[in-house]
């Protein structure tokens, strides 16, 4: 008898079901006996070269907060770890006691994947090896070795005072941890690549708190009791770059490529309105601009910025480029952009800068608003006419209250020459022109109506995603449709059977990430339904904008 297609599926599912990853349904509590005395706490503490922060003191205040405030949890024991060792004695630790544990380096993940109530934090903020090697055997223009904690301003300047450039976030407080675990885009991206097209090895603690070295060539174990085992297996090094963090293990240091300087870094700022005098005028100007990105030189990069709120009493809606040019800018490279600054002639400008370092020393974090954010991945052909009207109406017409804008990073360009398999991000990636982040945002003021506010942007989120394809796993809503096709794609199975690997009992969870089983839970539900995204624009554009 033939099969039907309807008893593929059900053995698929099946299938599905038995492989899953066991959960650890509850971890220990501090309130139950399972929890550790505070004799065995100080014992573990005195182990350690770093230490415990707990509730009050004032570390643990200012490293508990989350850049998303919203999603701000109180783990029991912040392990303020130092060393790789410190991190292995923590994982022990948690696993002896069955205390949940979690991973934070800088705490900015939008939806909260770094901290939990009642967990062991392995908090990765002191962890600041910062080693340059200019003289790698594996890499003729030298590499960094960098550790978890470290801020990518921290990076920039120790990798700018070596005469080098890396691939790194535009935000300085971002750390290289979930940034580059999830795939890392950057102002520069479009001639270096993402930052896991950057890594040369991770050093990572695996669930049983063994020292793992991970690169392209294979994986060597080091166990507790000192013995070390090779192989030629590179599965896990694919699936660190772009699984997403804290679902293989801690990665406690990352070794990134180094590359010689550009001769010198050019922005390019131009500015436009939406409206002026109530009549739209901005329509031809982001047309003109998608109609460039296509073959946009690859040393032009740099961010699209849309912001649906008043500019003067005559102009409303900030139209924005800010782009940045890697070396210094030819002619046939600036007249590229001739169409661009023909209609912004009065509000452009080139500015140059000697090195990467002084064109990121520009861009300041200050500002910070309540916001609901989506994102997809847009390719040069998704941007349609239907496109342009969707922004522009929500610019013009957001839900009563609030204001709708968007920022773009440009991708595509070195990131386009990487094979689709080559690292586990979503295959999008390898085609896209820019993640497309876009927010609805209101005010302290209407809080009370943030469901209101939560649902709008959620359904404005679902119809962005009709014009992209996937999700940046980085840059994610708090209610992602799809989540495991949203941020990987195809790449999903693969990255679950690794998972399965590395972490067969589930120690590693955290929201949204592989492996992740959803529990269900109204808490959960009420946690995130309502989410505020404490975020600002100005990050990008080293300028207030916001009236
Ligand atoms: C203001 C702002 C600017 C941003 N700019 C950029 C940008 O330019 N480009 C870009 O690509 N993204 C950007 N992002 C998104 C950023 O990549 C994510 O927020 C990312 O999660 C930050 O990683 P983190 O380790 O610093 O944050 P955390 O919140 O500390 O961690 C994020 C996730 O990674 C895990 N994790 C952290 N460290 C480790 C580790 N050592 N080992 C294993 N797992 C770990 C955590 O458990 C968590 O799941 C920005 C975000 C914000 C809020
Ligand atoms: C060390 O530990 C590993 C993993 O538990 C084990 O496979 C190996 O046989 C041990 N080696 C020695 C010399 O005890
Ligand atoms: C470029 O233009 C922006 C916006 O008008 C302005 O803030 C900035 O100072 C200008 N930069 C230079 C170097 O003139």
């Known amino acids: ?26 971890f220990c509590k501090p309130s139950e006996a399972c929890w550790p005395t505070s004799g065995t706490i100080a014992a573990f503490e005195n182990s350690l070269t770093g230490s415990i922060v707990e509730r009050g003191d004032a570390k643990y205040e200012d490293l508990v907060i989350m850049k998303n405030a919203r999603t701000t949890k109180y783990p029991t024991l912040m392990v303020l770890v130092k060393t790789t060792e410190d991190v292995q004695k923590s994982i022990r630790f948690a696993r002896t006691h069955d205390i949940r544990i979690t991973i934070q380096s800088s705490g900015h993940d939008f939806i909260g994947r770094s901290t939990d109530d009642f967990s062991l934090q392995i908090n990765m903020a002191e962890m600041k090896d910062v080693a340059v090697d200019l003289s ?11 550790g978890s904690g470290c801020s990518w301003k921290e990076i920039y300047q120790e990798v700018d005072t070596n ?37 040369l090895e991770f050093e990572m603690v695996d669930v049983d708190g063994n020292l793992v070295k991970s690169t392209s060539g294979g994986t060597d174990i080091t166990f507790e009791n000192g013995t070390t085992t090779s192989n030629s297996d590179a599965e896990l090094f694919w699936a660190l770059r772009g699984g997403g963090g804290g ?16 001769s010198q870094v050019v922005k390019f700022y131009c500015g436009y309105a939406l409206l002026a005098y109530g009549q739209v005028i901005g329509k031809n100007m982001i047309k003109t601009f998608i109609s460039l990105i296509k073959d946009l030189p690859t040393e032009w990069g740099g961010y699209f910025i849309l912001i649906g709120s008043p500019i003067s009493s005559i102009y409303f809606g900030p139209i924005m480029f800010v782009l940045n040019h890697y070396g210094t800018m030819t002619n046939e490279h600036k007249l590229y952009l001739e169409p661009l600054y023909n209609l912004c002639a009065d509000d452009h400008n080139f500015t140059e800068f000697d090195s990467f370092w002084k064109y990121e020393e520009t861009i300041v974090e200050e500002e910070y608003t309540w916001l609901y954010t989506f994102n997809t991945l847009m390719s ?26 968007c920022t773009g990073t ?37 809080r009370h109506l943030d469901n209101r506010y939560v649902d709008a942007a959620k359904s404005l989120g679902r119809k962005l995603q009709t014009y992209g394809r996937g999700v940046y796993v980085n840059e994610p809503a708090a209610d992602p449709t799809n989540w495991k096709s949203d941020f990987w794609g195809d790449n999903y199975d693969k990255l679950y059977e690794i998972k399965k690997k590395w972490d067969p009992a589930g120690q590693l969870q955290c929201r949204y990430c592989v492996g992740y089983v959803e529990s269900g839970n109204s808490a959960d ?20 904008v916001l009236p």
Request: charged share 15%; proline share 4%; glycine share 10%.
């Open 163 to 199: 005469g080098r450039v890396i691939l790194g976030g535009s935000t300085h407080t971002v750390s290289p941890g979930g940034y580059t675990l999830g795939g890392g885009h950057s102002p520069v991206s479009r001639t270096l690549g993402l930052a896991v097209d950057n890594v």
């Open 1 to 26: 008898m033939a099969r039907s297609a309807g008893d593929f599926n059900l053995a698929v599912y099946l299938l599905v079901v038995i492989v899953e990853v066991t959960v650890v349904e509850s």
């Open 136 to 146: 790698s055997a594996r890499h003729s223009d030298g590499e960094i070795t960098v």
């Open 380 to 405: 040069a052909d998704d941007f349609t006419d239907d496109w342009v009207n969707f922004v522009t109406d929500q610019m013009t017409n957001p839900p009563a209250g609030s204001t709708f804008g």
């Open 525 to 544: 539900q009420t946690t995130f339904s309502a989410f505020w995204m404490f975020c600002e624009m100005s990050v990008i554009l080293g300028l207030t």
């Open 247 to 262: 679902t293989f293990g801690v990665v406690t240091k990352f070794i990134f490529k180094l590359h010689q300087p550009p």
């Open 410 to 446: 440009l991708i595509g360009g070195k990131v386009k020459e990487i094979g689709k398999q080559e690292t586990s991000v979503h295959p999008a990636f390898r085609s896209t022109d820019m993640s497309l982040t876009c927010y609805v945002a209101w005010s302290y003021e209407t």
